[in-house]
């Protein structure tokens, strides 16, 4: 038997919450109890890195370099644009109702001294990726520096959480109450390909939307991704604002 009793032998000290963490805290126990799945797709994202690389070269007088997260930012609004039921939430008002939103406000999440915080890009589909690439950076500083507002916080409808910098291939996220939805994207990997029986290297980008099944299913998942995915291989789209 245990003896339960004994002192603990673990080397142990407590560290009491911040009201930040107590926040995080109590939003994913709150996540934990959404009845969700998960979707998986890949793209080949060759195109959307040189188109990368052209922005890149053309802001190269300013010294602003862009990410692949603020191409990914742009292209997830357009695909958000285009099937709006997933820029949603669940209601259980009356015998339960889905409620649309007409502004794609697209959290990001940063990783912060308090712990993860997800600051909000409001009506991002008007943006360019210039500057959804600008505000982002602004939120991620201001996030480290404890300066963000509750204003900067507030509203999302969707969420993106991007650990592909951190060289993780592949991972699921919670989603954010009371969003209906959010895509957790991995790193950017490379991997041989036939083409006309020729083998090529090719550069992949694996993504996974979590869903709250009480407003999506599957088959509507399944084509947002497939809308995603066709903006990425194909970025022409993602040249306009």
Known sequence: MIDTTSADRRGTRAVAFDPMRRAIARTVTESAAIPSFTVTATADVDALLSLREEFNQELTPTGQRLSVNAFLVRAVALALADHPEINASYSDEGRG???LHDRINIGVAVDAPSGLMIPVLHDVDHDSVTE?????RDLAARAKERKLQLSDLSDGTFTISN????????FTALIIPP?????????VT???ALVDGAAVARRLLRYTLTADHRIIDGALAAKFL???TGILERPDRLRRP
């Open 97 to 99: 109702q889905v409620l």
């Open 163 to 170: 650990l592909g910098m951190f060289g993780v291939g592949h």
């Open 190 to 192: 490379e991997h041989v």
């Open 132 to 136: 959804i690439s600008r505000r982002t």
């Open 179 to 187: 969003q209906g939805a959010v895509l957790a994207v991995g790193a």
């Open 226 to 228: 497939a809308t995603l």
